[in-house]
C-alpha cells in the first residue's frame, strides 16, 4: 500500500499497512465490501494488461481505500479510549472511589487520535475529489473536497454528477466546519 500525491502519481513507498486488521464498530457486510474493494485494486494492478490511465485511477483509488481505512483505524483506537475510560469510571463508581471526579481529563493519546482522524478523514475526501473529477470531468482539475461541489456544478450535468451534487448538498455541515477549509 503506498500513498499518492495530487495527480495520483505514487510515491516511493511512505508506510506500509498490513491489510489484516479489525474495523471492531462496522457491520459485517462493510468490512466485506471493504475487503473485496481492496482484492478488486490488488488484482487490476498486478494484471499486466491494465492501461497506463486505468492503472492510475485504480492507484487513486487504492490511495482513497487506504485513507478510508484510516479513518476506521482511529475510529476504532478512540472508540477503545473511550471503553477503558468507561470501564475505569465504573470501577471506581464500584470502588466508591469519588475523589477521582474532582477533575476530568483526556489522556493525550485519545487528542492526538482526535486530530490524526480528523486529518485522515480530510485526506479521504481530497482522494476521493480527486478520482471523482479525474472520472467525471477529465479536463477539469480540482485536489480539495471543499471545491468540488463547485467544480461539479459547472460541469455539463449528467446523472453522476446531479446524485453527486444531491449528496453534497444533504451534507452542507461538511462545509460549515472549519476543519476543511485550508488557509493558504
Same mark, same amino acid.
Given at each position: 500500500?503506498?500513498?499518492?500525491?495530487?495527480?495520483?502519481?505514487?510515491?516511493?513507498? +511512505?508506510?506500509?499497512?498490513?491489510? /489484516?486488521?479489525?474495523?471492531?464498530?462496522?457491520? #459485517?457486510?462493510?468490512?466485506? *465490501?471493504?475487503? !473485496?474493494?481492496?482484492?478488486?485494486?490488488?488484482?487490476?494492478?498486478?494484471?499486466?494488461?491494465? /492501461?497506463?490511465?486505468?492503472?492510475?485511477?485504480?492507484?487513486?483509488?487504492?490511495?482513497?481505500?487506504?485513507?478510508?481505512?484510516? +479513518? $476506521?483505524?482511529?475510529?476504532?483506537?478512540?472508540? *477503545?479510549?473511550?471503553?477503558?475510560?468507561?470501564?475505569?469510571?465504573?470501577?471506581?463508581?464500584? =470502588?466508591?472511589?469519588? /475523589?477521582?471526579?474532582?477533575?476530568?481529563?483526556?489522556?493525550?493519546?485519545?487528542?492526538?487520535?482526535?486530530?490524526?482522524?480528523?486529518?485522515?478523514?480530510?485526506?479521504? &475526501?481530497?482522494?476521493?475529489?480527486? $478520482?471523482? %473529477? *479525474?472520472? $467525471?470531468?477529465?479536463?477539469?482539475?480540482? =485536489?480539495?473536497?471543499?471545491?468540488?461541489? *463547485?467544480? $461539479?456544478?459547472?460541469?455539463?450535468?449528467? #446523472?453522476? %454528477?446531479?446524485?453527486? %451534487?444531491? &449528496?453534497? =448538498? !444533504?451534507?452542507?455541515? &461538511?462545509?460549515?466546519?472549519?476543519?476543511?477549509?485550508?488557509?493558504?
Amino acid at each position: 500500500m503506498a500513498t499518492v500525491n495530487e495527480n495520483g502519481e505514487k510515491y516511493s513507498f +511512505v508506510a506500509i499497512a498490513d491489510d /489484516s486488521f479489525g474495523y471492531g464498530m462496522l457491520h #459485517e457486510t462493510t468490512v466485506l *465490501k471493504i475487503d !473485496e474493494i481492496g482484492k478488486f485494486i490488488e488484482t487490476a494492478l498486478k494484471d499486466t494488461r491494465t /492501461s497506463a490511465e486505468t492503472r492510475k485511477e485504480v492507484i487513486l483509488m487504492e490511495s482513497c481505500l487506504f485513507k478510508l481505512q484510516a +479513518v $476506521l483505524y482511529h475510529l476504532h483506537n478512540i472508540k *477503545k479510549f473511550k471503553e477503558n475510560l468507561l470501564i475505569g469510571i465504573k470501577r471506581d463508581l464500584e =470502588n466508591k472511589n469519588v /475523589s477521582v471526579f474532582t477533575s476530568g481529563y483526556l489522556p493525550r493519546e485519545l487528542v492526538f487520535e482526535f486530530e490524526a482522524l480528523l486529518l485522515q478523514a480530510r485526506a479521504c &475526501l481530497d482522494a476521493l475529489t480527486v $478520482l471523482v %473529477i *479525474k472520472r $467525471l470531468q477529465p479536463g477539469q482539475q480540482t =485536489n480539495y473536497f471543499t471545491k468540488l461541489k *463547485k467544480v $461539479l456544478e459547472s460541469s455539463k450535468m449528467n #446523472e453522476h %454528477i446531479e446524485k453527486i %451534487i444531491g &449528496l453534497l =448538498n !444533504e451534507s452542507n455541515w &461538511l462545509f460549515e466546519s472549519g476543519v476543511l477549509y485550508m488557509t493558504t
